[in-house]
Each structure stands twice: as structure tokens, then as C-alpha cells.
């Protein structure tokens, strides 16, 4: 089962703001990253490293992490936005590496 | 172009083997961590194997122990996943992702495949 866990769906006005959060104690290593998957298609990286955006993620995206919780933060989310988000760190053995459950967001 | 591509999947019956390919191209295969990662019809991400950039480190989700194994030949850049005695619980995507460079373990996939589709069914 998974170590980190995520709410299972959020739903968000068009051009408002969402929080997508994952809980989990190894994330008091600081270090996590974020992966969106429309339907159909493979994951990408959206955010890693707490707050680094990979080349060509919009900066409505923003993340951070404070104690064992790490947030996604969608400012202004758009229609494209809309898809499943997978947060990721290292499991408690330190060797390892796990996903969390997953979030489910709907644009309204 | 920097890619990764998958291959070798299939419909398998329970308890034969499987060995998938990812090739990669358009960058420097062998400086990077590579994983592997699956995904259940329906279901979420599910992280099963690194491999170091040179192959001499190995990681596996408890689960999996035993019956993956996780290679690579940078000759070829080249990334396999060998599994063996297949379950049904083994019907996913599998997906390759480029993980860090060197000898860096960092929680980031930077460059996923598009995956590949294998069915345990007898």
C-alpha cells in the first residue's frame, strides 16, 4: 500500500484556485515531486524538488512542502488542467521510491 | 528527439515470462538512473524498479522482489525489465522513466515512455 496518500478528487472553478495535497512522514526529507496524466496518455513531470518547474510547465503551478505534507497549488486553473496528479518521494527505506494514491482534478 | 520507447508486451498466460524493452534516444543514455513503472487498468502509479546509471545499483519495490529484474545495456541505450512467474495482478501498462543523472537518487522521472501493455490471462 501506499505511503503517501492523496485526496481521491477535487473539483475547481475555471480560472480559480485548487490545492492538491499528499501526505506521508518520509516527506519530511524534503523532496518531492508531481507527475499529471490526462486519459489516455503517459504521466509528465510537473514539479520536482518542492518548487522547480521542468522547461514548459506553466507558472499557475507551484508547489511546496511543509512538515510530512506536500501541496500542488494550481493558480487560475485552466481546462487543460483537468486530468489525475500523482505526487512521489522516497519510501521509508530510503531506497525506494512510491507514488501517492493519486487526485482526480475536475475544471468546472 | 529524446525519447523512450517501449516494447515487448503482449498477452502472456500466468506464470511465463516477459521481458520488456525501453530504448532511448536523443540523449545520453547512459548518465542517467532509469525506472520502471506500472499502471493498473483504473489505477494509479505504481514504482517497481531503479537501476543506476552504470547498472550497479538495483532497487525493488518489496513486492516484485525476486520476480523482476531490472538490466540495461548502454551499448545499446537500453533499459529491460525480465519478469518472471507472471500473475494476473501483473496486467498493467508499463511505462520506462529517465531518472536522475549519476549517482543521484532524487524522486524525479523527467521522461516517461508512452508505455506498453501487457495482459496475464490465461
Known amino acids: 500500500s501506499s505511503e503517501l496518500t492523496q485526496d481521491p478528487g477535487v473539483s475547481v472553478a475555471l480560472g480559480q484556485t485548487v490545492r492538491i495535497t499528499c501526505q506521508g512522514d518520509?516527506?519530511?526529507?524534503?523532496?518531492a515531486s508531481w507527475y499529471q496524466q490526462r486519459p489516455g496518455q503517459a504521466p509528465f513531470l510537473v514539479m520536482y524538488?518542492?518548487?522547480t518547474r521542468p522547461p514548459g510547465i506553466p507558472d499557475r503551478f507551484s508547489g511546496s512542502i511543509s512538515g510530512n505534507t506536500a501541496s500542488l497549488t494550481i493558480t487560475g486553473a485552466q481546462a487543460e488542467d483537468e486530468a489525475d496528479y500523482y505526487c512521489?518521494?522516497?519510501?521509508?527505506?530510503?531506497?525506494?521510491?512510491?507514488f501517492g494514491t493519486g487526485t482526480r482534478v475536475t475544471v468546472l | 528527439q529524446v525519447q523512450l520507447v517501449e516494447s515487448g508486451g503482449g498477452v502472456v498466460q500466468p506464470g511465463r515470462s516477459l521481458r520488456l524493452s525501453c530504448e532511448a534516444s536523443?540523449?545520453?543514455?547512459?548518465?542517467?538512473?532509469m525506472h520502471w513503472v506500472r499502471q493498473t487498468p483504473g489505477k494509479g502509479l505504481e514504482w517497481l524498479a531503479v537501476?543506476?546509471?552504470?547498472?550497479?545499483?538495483?532497487y525493488y519495490e518489496d513486492s516484485v522482489k525476486g520476480r523482476l529484474t531490472i538490466s540495461r545495456d548502454n551499448s545499446k541505450n537500453t533499459l529491460y525489465l525480465q519478469m518472471n512467474s507472471l500473475r494476473s495482478e501483473g496486467t498493467a501498462v508499463y511505462y520506462c522513466?529517465?531518472?536522475?543523472?549519476?549517482?543521484?537518487?532524487?524522486?524525479?522521472?523527467?521522461?516517461w515512455g508512452r508505455g506498453t501493455l501487457v495482459t496475464v490471462s490465461s
Open positions: 522513466a529517465r531518472g536522475s543523472l549519476w549517482d543521484k537518487f532524487f524522486p524525479e522521472f523527467d521522461l
Open positions: 512521489n518521494s522516497r519510501d521509508s527505506s530510503g531506497n525506494n521510491f512510491v
Open positions: 524538488d518542492k518548487n
Open positions: 537501476i543506476s546509471y552504470d547498472g550497479d545499483i538495483k
Open positions: 518520509r516527506l519530511r526529507s524534503n523532496y
Open positions: 536523443g540523449f545520453t543514455f547512459s548518465s542517467y538512473a
